[in-house]
């Protein structure tokens, strides 16, 4: 955990989200994203490697719905485990990931397609929720 969480006496404490072992499991046995994302519609991550996967080959456009799914549905889990729309998001604990690359290829493809006020929103949520988030996903 980074010194800046460590920190943080007055503000809300950081959000850790839970393993997705069957999920992390069956992505290292070489399932695909796309059938992941029928059977745990919950994950972040899957929706985020869908989104990277179609914004790699050109598809902004279902880039950019893959990472909202990502998103709204790390939004639902973070809230689940105590976040309170504000607070760390530490991107040093590897579940928390999944919702971080969502918001990130959000993001990316917001800024492609002409949503600059959304990307930057986003790349500010980004920054807030860990600045080691934004400097390893190349924001």
């Known amino acids: 955990m980074s010194d800046e969480f460590r920190k943080n006496l007055l503000g809300p404490e950081p959000t850790y989200l839970p393993e997705e072992p069957e999920v992390e499991a069956r992505l290292k046995a070489g399932d695909e994203a796309v059938d992941l994302a029928a059977k745990h519609p919950t994950s972040s991550l899957v929706w985020a490697i869908l989104a990277d996967e179609a914004y790699a080959e050109g598809r902004t456009i279902e880039s950019y719905a893959y990472a909202r799914t990502g998103y ?22 590897g579940p928390n990931r999944g919702f971080l690359r969502s918001l990130y290829a959000l993001g990316r493809a917001a800024a492609s397609i002409g949503e600059i006020e959304e990307a930057e929103r986003i790349a500010v949520f980004l920054r807030e929720s860990d600045p080691e988030a934004s400097a390893q996903l190349g924001s």
């Open 72 to 93: 709204h549905r790390g939004l639902d889990a973070l809230r689940r485990n105590g976040w309170r729309g504000a607070g760390p998001v530490p991107y040093s604990h």
